[in-house]
């Protein structure tokens, strides 16, 4: 163990005073845990009936576009701190980053950093915006919203990039301090969420997007296609038509590519193709804005004016060019307000 101070952490119950258990609140998993027990995220842990982050400062830091980050409408083409913290409360076959999942950061050496630490690091880099993304930002929530609270102060936007599998009562806390919200979405069905991430549902999942989009944060949503996880077609349909009626055809749908990692590294990419056929069933649907990532230079990276249809934000393989829309988030063209932050 660290051998820094741990923090305590938040969102849990002692259930059992005389033999100090006690229950996680913090994602629908709700661990119990006795005396010496961690959590199955591998991030908190029972010491003495009190529940303690082992993942509170721990974090690896980069710069890169927003886009990276599978978010078009909030800041295009801005450079964005991004923050990427240890550990998840899923376990995804085709996780990109199982290095950092499952590990007590503090045996491997990473780094730790205080909250105002990190803001200040958001500040010198520059950059309007900071990210928590990569691994799972909300098991670290504690760290996350101090670090997000300060960077606020700082006048720094903050995106917050999560599985969204937590409970209410956290996320309602962690979106008093996030402007936009991009949600990794795993399977449109509990059966996939298990099948696949070895926990999760999406009758959850779809509590808490709904909970975000009513909380008016700019909201995108993310949707790995691949026959190997069955996320094509016609789950594409189910989920275009679910964000049409419970949310609104103007909540950005990203279709992405599966890059084989971790225990489907044997698998090929997803095809373009398949991409495309989920591209037009979306479009169908009736959804304003539907992408494809990771296929550069497609022209569905593009952003175009559902009203008129001119084209507004080019993305290329290498660069972003925000070319035919106001700074109010309007069409040059047409003038059709759309839900596209600049400032
Ligand atoms: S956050 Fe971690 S410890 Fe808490 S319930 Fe979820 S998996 Fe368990």
């Not at 996939?192 to 909970?211: D, M, N, P, R, S």
């Not at 944060?217 to 691949?226: D, S, W, Y």
Request: with cysteine; aromatic share 8%.
């Amino acid at each position: 163990m660290s051998q820094s101070p741990l923090h305590e952490a938040e969102y849990y119950d002692v259930i059992d005073e005389e033999n100090q258990v006690i229950q996680c609140r913090l994602c629908p998993i709700e661990c119990t845990l006795l005396v010496g027990e961690k959590g199955k995220c591998f991030s908190r842990v029972n010491l003495e009936g009190k529940m303690y982050s082992l993942t509170y400062g721990y974090t690896d830091m980069k710069i890169d576009m927003i886009e990276k980050q599978h978010v078009f409408h909030f800041y295009p083409n801005s450079r964005v701190q991004t923050f990427s913290t240890y550990n998840c409360n899923l376990d995804c076959d085709y996780c990109a980053m199982p290095d950092n999942i499952g590990i007590d950061p503090a045996q491997i050496g990473a780094k730790k950093y205080a909250p105002d630490q990190a803001a200040m690091f958001g500040v010198a880099s520059g950059s309007k915006i900071i990210a928590f993304g990569e691994a799972e930002p909300l098991i670290s929530f504690e760290w996350v919203r101090d670090t997000a609270t300060l960077a606020q102060q700082r006048n720094l936007k903050v995106l917050l990039r999560t599985n969204a599998y937590f409970n209410k009562e956290p996320v309602k806390e962690i979106l008093e301090c996030v402007d936009a919200v991009t949600i990794d979405i795993k399977s449109v069905s509990d059966i996939g969420y298990q099948q696949k991430c070895h926990a999760g549902t999406f009758e959850e999942v779809k509590k808490i997007i709904k909970l975000i989009y009513e909380k008016e944060k700019l909201l995108e949503l993310n949707f790995v296609i691949h026959e190997a996880l069955e996320n094509t077609e016609e789950q594409t349909r189910k989920i275009a038509e679910w964000i049409r009626k419970e949310l609104s055809v103007s909540v950005p749908l990203h279709l992405a590519r599966l890059l084989p990692a971790h225990r489907l590294k044997e698998l090929q990419p997803t095809t373009t193709e398949l991409l495309e056929r989920c591209y037009q069933i979306a479009k169908e649907v009736g959804l304003d804005f539907v992408y494809l990532n990771d296929v550069p230079d497609h022209e569905a990276s593009n952003t175009y004016c559902p009203k008129c249809g001119e084209l507004l934000i080019y993305r290329g393989a290498s660069a972003t060019e925000v070319r035919r829309i106001s700074l109010q988030g309007n069409c040059n063209k047409c003038e059709a307000q759309l839900d596209i932050v600049f400032k």
